[in-house]
Antibody, heavy 122, light 109 residues
Framework: QVQLVESGGGVVQPGRSLRLSCAASGFTFSTYAMHWVRQAPGKGLEWVAIIYNDGSNKYYTDSVKGRFTISRDNSKNTLYLQMNSLTAQDTAVYYC???????????????WGQGTLVTVSS | AIQLTQSPSSLSASAGDRVTITCRTSQGISSALAWYQQKPGKAPKVLIYGASSLESGVPSRFSGSGSGTDFTLTISSLQPEDFATYYCQQFNSYPDGFTFGPGTKVDIK
C-alpha cells in the first residue's frame, strides 16, 4: 500500500535552516509528481510546492519562493524540502502528498503522509 | 490568483442530518475541484475529485456537484465519523497554485 513518511521537523531558530524528508513506498515513486502542503497551528491547508516526477519542473507558493527548495531522489524514493531563512510564519505541520492527475479535471492529492511539525522560535 | 471561499465556515448538525457545504471560486475552473476531509491530528483524505467523482473507498453518502465557480459537497446522512473539517481545492490555476478553501468545520449539535 502507498506510504509516505515525513521526517526532519523540529524546533529551529528564526533565520536558520531545516531540511524535511518524505520517504515513499508502495508505488513507483518516479512516475508521480509530489507536493508539500503545510498547516499552521489551528489554521487551514496551504499548498507549498510541487516537483514533477523527473524533477524537471518545480513551482512554489509566493511566500516561500527564494527560501524553500523542493527536490527528490528517485533512486532513494525520497522527497525533500530545504527550508532556509525560516520565520515564525513558517511554523506548521508539513505534509508531503502524492499528485494524481487523470486528465479532464480528475486531479487530486490522493495520498498524504502523517506530517512533521516545524516550529520556528527563539 | 484564484481565491476560494467556503460557506458556512462551521456548522452544527446531528447524526442522520443532510449536510451541504459550498465552495466558490473567484474565477471559473470548469470541474477541476477536489474535496478533502480532515480530522484533528490527522492528514487530509480526498473524498471527491473532478467536482463530482467519488474517490475509491469513500462512502456513497458523500457527493459533489457543480462546475465553473460554484461547487457543493453533500453528506446525505451524517454519520458520527463524519464530524471533521472539510476543504475544497482547485486545480485550474496550475502551476500558479493548488489553492485550498478556508475550510468548513462540522461538529456535533
Amino acid at each position: 500500500q502507498v506510504q509516505l513518511v515525513e521526517s526532519g521537523g523540529g524546533v529551529v531558530q528564526p533565520g536558520r535552516s531545516l531540511r524535511l524528508s518524505c520517504a515513499a513506498s508502495g508505488f513507483t515513486f518516479s512516475t508521480y509528481a509530489m507536493h508539500w502542503v503545510r498547516q499552521a497551528p489551528g489554521k487551514g491547508l496551504e499548498w507549498v510546492a510541487i516537483i514533477y516526477n523527473d524533477g524537471s519542473n518545480k513551482y512554489y507558493t509566493d511566500s516561500v519562493k527564494g527560501r524553500f527548495t523542493i527536490s527528490r531522489d528517485n533512486s532513494k524514493n525520497t522527497l525533500y524540502l530545504q527550508m532556509n531563512s525560516l520565520t515564525a510564519q513558517d511554523t506548521a505541520v508539513y505534509y508531503c502528498a502524492r499528485d494524481l492527475n487523470e486528465g479532464s479535471g480528475a486531479w487530486r492529492f490522493d495520498s498524504w503522509g502523517q506530517g512533521t511539525l516545524v516550529t520556528v522560535s527563539s | 490568483a484564484i481565491q476560494l471561499t467556503q460557506s458556512p465556515s462551521s456548522l452544527s448538525a446531528s447524526a442522520g442530518d443532510r449536510v451541504t457545504i459550498t465552495c466558490r471560486t473567484s474565477q471559473g475552473i470548469s470541474s477541476a475541484l477536489a474535496w478533502y476531509q480532515q480530522k484533528p491530528g490527522k492528514a487530509p483524505k480526498v473524498l471527491i475529485y473532478g467536482a463530482s467523482s467519488l474517490e475509491s473507498g469513500v462512502p456513497s453518502r458523500f457527493s459533489g456537484s457543480g462546475s465553473g465557480t460554484d461547487f457543493t459537497l453533500t453528506i446525505s446522512s451524517l454519520q458520527p465519523e463524519d464530524f471533521a473539517t472539510y476543504y475544497c481545492q482547485q486545480f485550474n490555476s496550475y502551476p500558479d497554485g493548488f489553492t485550498f478553501g478556508p475550510g468548513t468545520k462540522v461538529d456535533i449539535k
